[in-house]
T-cell receptor, first 113, second 117 residues
Framework: GAVVSQHPSRVICKSGTSVKIECRSLDFQATTMFWYRQFPKQSLMLMATSNEGSKATYEQGVEKDKFLINHASLTLSTLTVTSAHPEDSSFYIC???FGDGYTFGSGTRLTVV | AQSVAQPEDQVNVAEGNPLTVKCTYSVSGNPYLFWYVQYPNRGLQFLLKYITGDNLVKGSYGFEAEFNKSQTSFHLKKPSALVSDSALYFCAVRVPHGSSNTGKLIFGQGTTLQVKP
């Protein structure tokens, strides 16, 4: 149990366009999901916490208008990278709390060209 | 400040030898500690956690970790390493987050484990 499905696994987009990443909890309800960004061979940096039915909480230094988060249901959270630029290229991972632990999606490799 | 440190960027061991990946933490209160493994271009896979109880925690794939409160450490160990254990390992601690009881994870820098045949 406690599977989080993240889609797409890879996406290439043109600079200036927007990209949406979905994160679904398959067999449990997740009132809170977490969005991380990871640079090559580096640790995970928490970007924001999405809460079902309310506004997301962003970490310091993360642009709210650039990284739009929506948590419309108990099983789906989305991250939209708006007006993407090459510096937004990264690996994005979502996570949800389950019991005493946390389960992670398989990640999305975003490349902006 | 609450933090997690993994002092080694990389650990190299020979297959069949024991391995240790180090982790120390700094948090207020009782720590909830986790170890995750990450393979290239993949998400994090849970290995084990310490919430309470026995200081020696056994997890997936033969890994274990020992919680040492006096040394504020939670080192990951395996008696006999496999080549397939080669991956990036993260130690994490749960800290309070906002007004909810969800908490959030703070990660160490990560340690690359290289197991050679």
């Amino acid at each position: 149990g406690a599977v989080v499905s993240q889609h797409p696994s890879r996406v290439i987009c043109k600079s200036g366009t927007s990209v949406k990443i979905e994160c679904r909890s398959l067999d449990f309800q997740a009132t809170t999901m977490f969005w991380y960004r990871q640079f090559p061979k580096q640790s995970l940096m928490l970007m924001a916490t999405s809460n079902e039915g309310s506004k997301a909480t962003y970490e310091q230094g993360v642009e709210k208008d650039k990284f739009l988060i929506n948590h419309a249901s108990l099983t789906l959270s989305t991250l939209t990278v708006t007006s993407a630029h090459p510096e937004d290229s990264s690996f994005y991972i979502c996570s949800a709390r389950f019991g005493d632990g946390y389960t992670f999606g398989s990640g999305t490799r975003l490349t902006v060209v | 400040a609450q933090s997690v440190a993994q002092p080694e960027d990389q650990v190299n061991v020979a297959e069949g030898n024991p391995l240790t990946v180090k982790c120390t933490y700094s948090v207020s209160g009782n720590p909830y500690l986790f170890w995750y493994v990450q393979y290239p271009n993949r998400g994090l896979q849970f290995l084990l956690k310490y919430i309470t109880g026995d200081n020696l925690v056994k997890g997936s794939y033969g890994f274990e970790a020992e919680f040492n409160k006096s040394q504020t450490s939670f080192h990951l160990k395996k008696p006999s390493a496999l080549v397939s254990d080669s991956a990036l390992y993260f130690c994490a601690v749960r800290v309070p987050h906002g007004s909810s009881n969800t908490g959030k994870l703070i990660f160490g820098q990560g340690t690359t484990l290289q197991v050679k045949p």
